[in-house]
T-cell receptor, first 113, second 116 residues
Framework: KAGVTQTPRYLIKTRGQQVTLSCSPI?????VSWYQQTPGQGLQFLFE???????NKGNFPGRFSGRQFSNSRSEMNVSTLELGDSALYLC????????????FGPGTRLTVL | AQSVTQLDSQVPVFEEAPVELRCNYS??????LFWYVQYPNQGLQLLLK??????LVKGINGFEAEFNKSQTSFHLRKPSVHISDTAEYFC??????????????FGTGTRLQVTL
């Protein structure tokens, strides 16, 4: 069974631009979560989606948004990029929210110049 | 609210030596505990988890951890490390009830550096 895939793996943007990251969960997994990883703040929860609905949201500004499609694939969008948005963005999937284990993808490395 | 403290940011150790990576947590409710490993340029891989039952948990790659409720700790151990164990290790906690998979709070990580 293929693991969680994220595209693109690397991305360079400039301040003020917007970016969309994609995540394909493990086949059969319907819950997708997103995390931001930075050297200063560590790993922080962004949001969780299940059945195309956002179930939980972390403490991030409204510039960060996401969505989930009927095939469970998810995208996250960051608008008006700031230098501090440079990070590794990790996606994780689980069969459903009742499951207590998440499987992580390799991440998308976003660099904002 | 929960928090996780990984006291050591870096742990250097020689190959074949034992290692312990420390993790302490704080929570007002019961918890589930996890250890993840991150190799360079990769995502997180689950090493082991404690949900309930035996406080000694065995994971992949020869790692084990012991849940100590009175000391609010979940230290990770391996009796003999290998060069390939060099990686970043993250302790994480979530509320101890179903449906909290996404409510993970991570520690700041411990860099395990194994040398010959």
């Amino acid at each position: 069974k293929a693991g969680v895939t994220q595209t693109p793996r690397y991305l360079i943007k400039t301040r003020g631009q917007q970016v969309t990251l994609s995540c394909s969960p493990i086949s059969g997994h319907r819950s997708v979560s997103w995390y931001q990883q930075t050297p200063g703040q560590g790993l922080q929860f962004l949001f969780e989606y299940f059945s195309e609905t956002q179930r939980n949201k972390g403490n991030f500004p409204g510039r960060f948004s996401g969505r989930q499609f009927s095939n469970s694939r998810s995208e996250m969008n960051v608008s008006t990029l700031e230098l501090g948005d440079s990070a590794l963005y990790l996606c994780a999937s689980s069969p459903d929210p009742a499951n207590n284990e998440q499987f992580f993808g390799p991440g998308t490395r976003l660099t904002v110049l | 609210a929960q928090s996780v403290t990984q006291l050591d940011s870096q742990v250097p150790v020689f190959e074949e030596a034992p290692v312990e990576l420390r993790c302490n947590y704080s929570s007002s409710v019961s918890v589930y505990l996890f250890w993840y490993v991150q190799y360079p340029n990769q995502g997180l891989q689950l090493l082991l988890k404690y949900l309930s039952g035996s406080t000694l948990v065995k994971g992949i790659n020869g790692f084990e951890a012991e849940f100590n409720k009175s000391q609010t700790s979940f230290h990770l151990r391996k009796p003999s490390v290998h060069i390939s164990d060099t990686a970043e290790y993250f302790c994480a906690v979530s509320p101890g009830y179903t449906g909290t998979a996404s409510k993970l709070t991570f520690g700041t990580g411990t860099r395990l550096q194994v040398t010959l």
